[in-house]
């Protein structure tokens, strides 16, 4: 704005000094004084360099404003990059841009034409109106009258014929048929005068409609070299038409339906479809069906899907985690349990919704390959096992942390387990060993052969966590001697060590079955499996003696009083149930989109959600994205076990093996109890059974023996063994020898499934039967014939 400034100072003849006009954007100029003062002395002027060169001049093209304004993008993926800038990426994504374009306008085009507003029926519709205006009100006048007059005419014949044969009532019937024959006159005369009136408006109609038509036609066959001249004058004829009857007739709630496919809104959730779309299709569901209040709502497209921040109004997520199921159901198209919730950081009613197409784990690799010893303790939290849907890495840290991995049977635990030991076997200071009582280590695939020791039994179990629980707990007397400081710092020289267990319940039961002798005095009663298990994780992590555990639920059915696995500091939830959940990341972990309860395990074939988890560790993974396991082959898994068999596994250092002498760790390399050529019942076989068969054998094979005849032979073999004051009740008595053989067969044979029970034989040479225990059932639970 131009500012005006008038001075008032006048002269001495009262005339008007001076006007100042300041112009825009420019430096007013000072004003002159008017008494000339002597100008105080200042300091020099600052030296100016007049060697260095001036600045260039920019170049370019200046752009106003309203070049600049965003045209309005009804799908919703205009490239961001503005044409204007003319970059290599700009004029790319805008030529891809109106590509898109046009293939969008083409389809429509054609999908349109199965719709009333399709060429075809447009032409036609425009014929059928031309037609009824020029038939008029008066065609349709005249059209009326010839049927009444029709109509009366037979009316007429009938009464005539009535009343010609009539036998009663005969001048009754005379006069109406008359009274019908003069109305039938009468509507004659009237229908042609209506036809008469109505011919000439036709005609004048007709003239006026048709007449342009024809002369079109006529032109173009005499001045455009005849047939292709009429051929010209029928598309012009036939536009004509089509836009006359370019509206059609519809209901309002019929247009309205037309005008949702014509606007390309599809019925059903589909990969490729528009942004815009989609939205709409979203907004709908979510506003209308599930009751969310919505503020703002941005649509972007993946690969995988579709990724949607939402702002809600005056609302938390909670409600919309809830009902999910419901959402689904409102987008048909959408699978079964595939919409993820996930809650936003940065404000409570914001969230993001991601829902997923038909493959959206495409994005996951396969497992990265690993030379042997490539990688280290400190690099496994940077070696990738798993990827979300956009393709981002997952990698657990394994340095002196504990990790536990839960879900339902066959929701691909063994695979996030092995995908685990791919990243563990290849590193070049960590000893792996493994525990797996369910599947008798079938677990860990081909891994087997690149690990130091493969439990697959509850002794062997034992002798695996006793060890690894002795060099734990005693590891921290070298910290000071190898200037380790508080921790131990893992390294090939001073390896760490992981203990990987699979099937967790399975070692839960045969923790159970175990059973001890009375400790003398002075002496700690053992531990159980379990029991070690959670002393390694309490008291090991400084030693970097640490677990890795997988497991079916953290609830105490599953685990019974070890629900402390829920406490591991590094989680990783497959399919599971809300109880799990509850306990891992606490009551409103639902309501914040941690939802692995949706997730569906493999079935069959159909892989489903199979080795898809929701990790949870640390600041890197704390919000709830779910990821899914890289895999590889069996043949390649087998390929690199065998490598890295061959480069060496890890060897425990010298100070540490101090600690554990004379222990020996079972299945090095995984290899199987038989390879060694021994018989496989000798080796699985429990030893109470072999030696009460020795008995048997020794004795000539008896039909059977009583408890006490039974007792007394296993307490030659072993006297200090089945001693019985080493078995004493809670009152202080001494158990009886039957009572102490039940027990002890009990606990021998209830985690094989088995169960020998005293039945009636008779003795060599006896009349009457006894009760004892038979060789026959005996030979049934060491799988003997009978006629062996």
């Not at 012009?236 to 809104?265: F, I, K, Q, W």
């Not at 099937?503 to 079955?513: D, G, M, S």
């Not at 030696?691 to 039909?703: E, K, N």
């Not at 408890?707 to 080493?726: G, Q, T, Y």
Request: hydrophobic share 40%.
């Amino acid at each position: 704005m131009t500012e005006t400034d008038e001075r008032t100072e006048k002269t001495g003849r009262d005339e008007a000094l001076a006007k100042v006009i300041r112009l825009p954007f420019v430096d007013a100029e000072p004003e002159a004084p008017d008494t000339i003062t002597v100008p105080e002395p200042s300091a020099p002027a600052a030296r100016v360099d007049m060697t260095k060169s001036a600045p260039a001049p920019v170049e370019g093209t200046v752009f106003t404003a309203v070049e600049w304004e965003p045209v309005e993008d009804a799908e919703g993926d205009a490239p961001w990059i503005h044409p204007m800038l003319r970059t290599a990426e700009g004029r790319t994504a805008r030529r891809a841009y109106v590509q898109r374009q046009a293939r969008r306008q083409v389809r429509r085009w054609v999908a349109r034409q199965r719709t009333p507003r399709g060429i075809v029926p447009t032409t036609i519709r425009g014929g059928t109106r031309v037609q009824r205006w020029v038939r008029g009100v008066e065609g349709q006048n005249a059209l009326a009258a010839k049927r009444r007059a029709e109509w009366l005419a037979r009316e007429s014949e009938r009464a005539a014929r009535r009343a010609q044969f009539a036998l009663l009532q005969r001048d009754a019937k005379k006069k109406a048929a008359d009274v019908a024959q003069q109305e039938s006159s009468m509507a004659l005369v009237q229908a042609t005068a209506a036809i008469t009136t109505a011919r000439s408006k036709i005609l004048q109609r007709a003239a006026a409609a048709y007449l342009p038509l024809a002369g079109i036609d006529v032109a173009g066959f005499v001045f455009m070299d005849g047939v292709i001249g009429l051929g010209a004058g029928v598309l012009v004829n036939l536009a004509v038409l089509a836009r006359v009857g370019r509206r059609p007739d519809m209901s309002p709630e019929e247009l309205e339906e037309l005008e949702r496919t014509e606007a390309g809104l599809p019925d059903r959730f589909e990969m490729g479809m528009t942004p815009r779309a989609f939205e709409a299709m979203l907004h709908e569901a979510l506003t209308k069906e599930v009751g969310i209040s919505v503020h703002s709502m941005q649509v972007h497209p993946r690969n995988w899907g579709f990724e949607v921040q939402l702002v809600l109004k005056n609302q938390t997520p909670e409600k919309l985690s809830d009902n999910l199921a419901q959402l689904e159901a409102c987008l048909p198209g959408v699978r079964t349990n595939s919409a993820l919730l996930q809650q936003s950081a940065q404000a409570r009613n914001e969230c993001t919704l991601r829902i997923p197409g038909d493959d959206p784990w495409k994005a996951v690799p396969e497992l990265p390959y690993r030379a042997p010893k490539s990688i280290s303790t400190h690099d496994l939290h940077k070696a990738q096992i798993g990827a979300d849907m956009s393709g981002r890495p997952l990698a657990l840290p394994g340095k002196r942390t504990t990790t536990n991995t839960v879900g339902k049977p066959r929701s691909g635990k063994s695979t996030v387990l092995r995908a685990r030991l791919d990243a563990l076997t290849a590193t070049n200071d960590r000893i792996i060993v493994g525990i797996d009582l369910g599947s008798y280590g079938a677990g860990f695939g081909p891994y087997r052969k690149c690990m130091a020791s493969v439990a697959r039994t509850p002794a062997e179990a034992r002798t695996v966590l006793e060890w690894a629980l002795a060099i734990g707990m005693n590891r921290p007397k070298l910290f000071t001697r190898l200037g380790m400081g508080g921790n131990w710092e893992s390294s090939p020289e001073f390896p760490g060590i992981t203990v990987v267990i699979d099937e967790f319940p399975a070692l839960v039961t045969a923790a159970k079955a175990e059973t001890f002798p009375k400790p003398e005095d002075g002496e700690e009663k053992p531990m159980k499996l379990d029991e070690l298990v959670r002393q390694i994780f309490l008291t090991s992590a400084k030693s970097d003696v640490v677990e890795d555990i997988a497991t079916h639920s953290v609830t105490k059915e599953k685990v019974g009083e070890n629900t402390w696995i829920a406490e591991v500091p590094v989680q990783a939830m497959g399919a599971c149930d809300r109880d799990d959940i509850v306990q891992i990341a606490g009551k409103g972990a639902m309501a914040e989109g941690w939802r692995p309860d949706r997730l569906v395990p493999a079935m069959g074939d159909a892989i489903n959600d199979a080795s898809v988890v929701y990790p949870l560790a640390g600041a890197d993974y704390c919000e709830p994205i779910p990821y899914r396991a890289c895999i590889v082959s069996d043949e390649e898994a087998d390929r690199r076990a065998t490598e890295r068999a061959a480069a060496g596994l890890c060897q425990l250092d010298a100070a540490s093996a101090a600690f554990v002498r004379g222990i020996e760790l079972p299945n090095p390399g995984g290899s199987e109890p038989w390879e060694d050529g021994d018989d496989e019942e000798q080796e699985t076989l429990p030893v109470l059974l072999r030696a009460i068969r020795a008995i048997y054998r020794d004795l000539g094979d008896p039909s059977g023996l009583t408890e006490d005849e039974l007792f007394d032979a296993l307490h030659k073999v072993e006297p200090e063994l089945w001693s019985l004051d080493r078995f004493v009740t809670e009152r202080g008595t001494h158990m009886t020898k039957g009572a102490v053989l039940a027990l002890v067969l009990d606990k021998v044979l209830a985690p094989r499934g088995q169960k020998w029970a005293k039945e009636s034989y008779r003795p060599k040479g006896a009349k009457n039967t006894v009760k004892g225990y038979r060789l026959r059932d005996l030979k049934g639970l060491v799988d003997e014939s009978d006629g062996s």
